[in-house]
């Protein structure tokens, strides 16, 4: 059979993705990121094969986050997911992080052009993009293997960041102690507690932003030692009932620093590329994890953190991971919300 009739017997293959259709895709992955109380930070521009991802500022807490630092955290977790989704089509991101410096709010441009075979390590990755939810309570006593908590670290280090593993019990307790005092103290900060109640919309809400109702408990679930969650209720009983099948006894998990050895938007980038990558690989074995940030939204604590309990590297966030019955859920607005098309790319 020569060439042309065996082509004629192959079944047909389908187009390839049009650079449209890659970006949506694209796009429609990288809503998913986790985001300071789920401000959803972010747009995105598109043109060719380039994705532009800006950090959209209207959306960035005024009161707890003056500089953008928890903003670009959550810009670059985007940008992970980002890139990993174009890695799941079998493309080779080429990615440059705050390529000019005339526009702050120009996180990260990202194009495709060569293509290689995509690892099962991307694919696993990947598929916890959506399923992914942040924790917020106690974990099942359960020790998490040693083989992970090294996976975690390394991968922090390959976005430029580093994952602290607190296993003095002494300094576990005292960050513990350290949260209890920022969460004290930004419930007593009236213009604080204003902020977070414009980002925690009632139960039943139509809202596609903000923390819902639907992602923490309506009781706090305590642990020895204690690291309070975030007062999104206000007082007004919103959340989740309790499970009946949950164990008596639930820990605090095993509790991380995430740092940075310098503390320039570039590295609040790095921080959040460094989570998302965190996150995903916890999640590919079943590990989920909360996230606090209060005591970094004070600089007073964010430095006694960074004196006393990460070897003065600059901390952005508080980590507890352990196993747990995932039940909650969460919100993103539409990708066509957050991605236009621009000619003049
Ligand atoms: C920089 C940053 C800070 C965060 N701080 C907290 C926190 O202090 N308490 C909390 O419960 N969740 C925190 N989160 C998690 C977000 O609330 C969460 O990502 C968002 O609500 C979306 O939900 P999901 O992660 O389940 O998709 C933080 C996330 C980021 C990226």
Known sequence: MDAAAAAAERPARPDPPTAEEITRYVVAEAVWAPSVHNTQPWCFSAGGQQIRLYADAGRRLTVADPDGREMMISCGAALFTARLALRSLGYVPETRVLPDPADPTLVAQVSWRGQAAVTDYERHLFGQVRQRRTHRGAFDPVPLSLKLLAALREGAARDGATLRIVTDDGQRAALAAIIETAERALRLDSERVQELVRWAPP???????????TSYPARAEHTDPDFPGRDFAHGRGWGLPPLSSAPLFRAAGVAGLLTTADDHPVDWVNAGQALQRILLTASTCGVAAALHSQPLELGWLREFIR???????????????????????????????VLRFSPRH
């Open 307 to 337: 004196t006393w309990l990460s070897d003065r590297g600059y901390p952005h966030l508080v980590l507890r991971l352990g196993t747990v019955i995932q039940v909650a859920t969460s919100v993103r607005r539409p990708p066509a919300d």
């Open 203 to 213: 139960p039943g809400s139509p809202r596609r932003d903000g923390v819902p109702a």
